[in-house]
């Protein structure tokens, strides 16, 4: 099975965050299923609004 190379945030904070906030994950691609197709993203932007959309999903403050 392939592997999905993932920077993902582990942690919030209050100012701007830095290289200990996130951390990389090997995970497995799925396979999807009858009726489903799996897409890759290239680019993801990523806007400073999006913080305040992040906190409000529940991610909790450390």
């Not at 999905?4 to 299923?33: K, T, W, Y």
């Not at 009726?35 to 913080?51: A, C, E, F, N, W």
Request: overall charge negative.
């Amino acid at each position: 099975m392939a592997a999905n190379l993932q920077i993902q945030l582990i942690r919030q904070r209050d100012g701007m965050p830095d290289a200990s906030d996130f951390e990389v994950a090997e995970v497995p691609v799925p396979c999807p299923a009858a009726g489903q197709m799996l897409v890759q993203t290239v680019h993801l932007p990523i806007d400073p609004y999006m913080r305040k959309a992040i906190v409000a999903v529940g991610s909790e403050k450390t």
